[in-house]
């Protein structure tokens, strides 16, 4: 299982004095979290630690950046997130605790703080890392996705960054904010954002107008924003992922994003066994060449996925 040693007090110890504090008889939900620090500063949002006073913990807190608080796209966006993460009740997705609204009237929701590594963190020293313990990362990460999917919910954001590994050997998949969700009768809204606009050398595209997600983990159909994408988006993505793992580098890539794109949709990936500097089991390289394909019907769904990931394909590395 693939664990890593965190710094002292990376999590924090349960005192007595906390557990037994008495509760106020008013609660104001006001006052209910104190601002510890800011974590990340996104595109459109602001994620922080804060101490919920009430519960005697640390938490993630989750809003809008000022300039888009009062933007709808971006209020449902966020109200869509936590509410997919929050039904979303797998050991492979981040628990939320609330939604609310803060004293000004904007919308922010709280989840578990997650200690640990990025996957993209991780592969920045892939040479420390037995495969089998980078696969089992993979296999987790379709676990949840074989939830996901099975609770109708696409998450089209797979990429490194959004992968977590715990000390613990927890595995968590990430930011849900570009999650597909249909209407019970099959139907589904519009996209939040319309067209594509592909700018000079930037892979990353985000935004309004813009392509939502990361050009080179994305599916063809989700570059062509095709209406009807389904959950096999996200094989394609992990399968992205997961030769990236294998080889060292992504299957498509180059200076411009319209070259990726153009790349993504229309070119064969090289096989893993022709760029990889690492040995490639066949069965892997197969499984990898299949999720990539560019017609959605031919790719595994996750169970197969999963099978293949749990079977001995380890033994060839032992050959």
Same mark, same amino acid.
């Given at each position: 299982?693939?664990?890593?040693?965190q710094?002292?007090?990376?999590?924090? %110890?349960?005192?007595?004095?906390?557990?037994?504090?008495?509760l106020?008889?008013?609660?104001? +939900?006001? =006052?209910?979290?104190?601002?510890?620090?800011?974590?990340?500063k996104?595109?459109?949002?602001?994620?922080? =630690?804060?101490?919920?006073?009430?519960?005697?913990?640390?938490?993630?807190?989750?809003?809008?950046? +000022?300039?888009?608080?009062n *933007?709808?796209?971006?209020?449902?966006?966020?109200?869509?997130?936590?509410?997919?993460?929050?039904?979303?009740?797998?050991?492979?997705?981040?628990?939320?605790?609330?939604?609310?609204? %803060?004293?000004?009237?904007?919308?922010y929701?709280?989840m578990?703080?997650?200690?640990?590594? =990025?996957?993209?963190?991780?592969? *920045?020293?892939?040479?420390?890392? *037995?495969?089998?313990?980078?696969?089992?990362?993979?296999?987790?990460?379709?676990?949840?996705?074989?939830?996901?999917?099975?609770?109708?919910?696409?998450?089209?954001?797979?990429?490194?960054e959004?992968?977590?590994?715990?000390?613990?050997?927890?595995?968590?998949?990430?930011?849900?904010?570009?999650?597909?969700?249909?209407?019970?009768?099959?139907?589904?809204?519009?996209?939040?954002?319309?067209?594509?606009? $592909?700018?000079?050398?930037?892979?990353?595209?985000?935004?309004?107008?813009?392509?939502?997600?990361?050009?080179?983990?994305?599916? +063809?159909?989700?570059?062509?924003? %095709? @209406?009807?994408?389904?959950?096999?988006?996200?094989?394609?993505?992990?399968?992205?992922?997961?030769?990236?793992?294998?080889?060292?580098? $992504?299957?498509?890539?180059?200076?411009?994003?319209?070259?990726?794109? %153009?790349?993504?949709?229309?070119?064969?990936? @090289?096989?893993?066994?022709?760029?990889?500097?690492? @040995?490639? @089991?066949?069965?892997?390289?197969?499984?990898?060449?299949?999720?990539?394909?560019?017609? +959605?019907?031919?790719?595994?769904?996750?169970?197969?996925?999963?099978?293949?990931?749990?079977?001995?394909?380890?033994?060839?590395?032992?050959?």
């Open positions: 299982m693939l664990k890593f040693q710094p002292p007090k990376a999590y924090e %110890d349960v005192y007595l004095e906390e557990t037994d504090e008495p106020p008889e008013v609660l104001n +939900p006001n =006052t209910r979290y104190v601002f510890l620090s800011t974590l990340a996104g595109g459109k949002s602001i994620i922080s =630690t804060v101490r919920d006073r009430h519960l005697q913990r640390v938490v993630v807190h989750k809003s809008l950046r +000022p300039e888009f608080v *933007d709808p796209q971006e209020q449902l966006r966020l109200l869509r997130e936590a509410r997919v993460s929050a039904k979303l009740q797998h050991p492979s997705t981040v628990p939320v605790y609330e939604i609310g609204r %803060d004293r000004k009237g904007n919308v929701f709280t578990k703080l997650v200690h640990g590594y =990025t996957l993209r963190e991780i592969m *920045d020293y892939r040479e420390r890392y *037995d495969l089998i313990q980078l696969i089992e990362v993979i296999e987790q990460i379709a676990q949840g996705l074989a939830y996901a999917h099975d609770h109708g919910v696409a998450h089209r954001d797979i990429k490194p959004n992968i977590l590994a715990g000390p613990y050997g927890e595995v968590l998949l990430v930011d849900w904010g570009l999650a597909k969700v249909w209407r019970k009768d099959g139907s589904t809204t519009p996209e939040l954002a319309t067209g594509i606009t $592909v700018e000079g050398s930037d892979n990353t595209l985000t935004g309004h107008g813009k392509l939502q997600g990361t050009p080179i983990y994305m599916s +063809p159909e989700q570059i062509r924003r %095709d @209406p009807g994408i389904g959950y096999s988006t996200d094989i394609y993505s992990l399968g992205v992922v997961l030769y990236e793992l294998l080889t060292g580098q $992504v299957p498509f890539n180059a200076e411009h994003t319209y070259e990726v794109i %153009d790349m993504v949709e229309n070119q064969p990936p @090289p096989k893993p066994s022709s760029v990889s500097k690492y @040995p490639v @089991p066949r069965m892997l390289e197969k499984l990898v060449m299949r999720c990539l394909s560019k017609d +959605p019907a031919k790719r595994p769904d996750t169970q197969e996925m999963i099978q293949i990931l749990q079977a001995d394909w380890h033994r060839e590395l032992l050959a």
